[in-house]
């Protein structure tokens, strides 16, 4: 294998082409009024809640990895999070505490 086949992107599969028209949807969201961006902010969380450590009598013995980069539309729901919380402090001048 050379390296300028290591370079190309991966061929788009049939998944990819039945979620752009979702994925341009979700990006082309603008974030106009308060309440809106306070309630994408609960629905989506900030982290995987999948993900865990596994402790057995005070000792990690196994951690389970995020899950959500399994999820097609992960890149776009965070991203949708982010100009919700960016709305509510550049906008509503709020202060974003985590």
Same mark, same amino acid.
């Given at each position: 294998?050379?390296?300028?086949?290591?370079?190309?992107?991966?061929?788009?599969?049939?998944?990819?082409?039945?979620?752009?028209?979702?994925?341009?949807w979700?990006?082309?969201?603008?974030?106009?009024?308060? !309440?809106?961006?306070?309630?994408? %902010? *609960? &629905?989506? +969380?900030?982290?995987?809640? =999948?993900?865990?450590?596994?402790?057995?009598?005070?000792?990690?013995? !196994?951690?389970?990895?995020?899950? %959500? *980069? &399994?999820? +097609?539309?992960?890149?776009? =729901?965070?991203?949708?999070?982010?100009?919700?919380?960016?709305?509510?402090?550049?906008?509503?001048?709020?202060?974003i505490?985590?």
């Open positions: 294998m050379n390296l300028a086949s290591q370079l190309q992107p991966p061929t788009p599969t049939l998944l990819d082409h039945l979620l752009n028209p979702v994925r341009n979700l990006d082309s969201i603008e974030i106009t009024d308060r !309440a809106t961006a306070h309630r994408i %902010c *609960k &629905l989506i +969380p900030a982290q995987c809640p =999948f993900e865990r450590d596994v402790v057995l009598f005070g000792r990690k013995v !196994a951690h389970i990895p995020p899950m %959500c *980069k &399994l999820n +097609p539309l992960y890149d776009q =729901f965070v991203g949708l999070r982010f100009r919700s919380l960016c709305y509510l402090v550049d906008v509503c001048g709020e202060t505490s985590f």
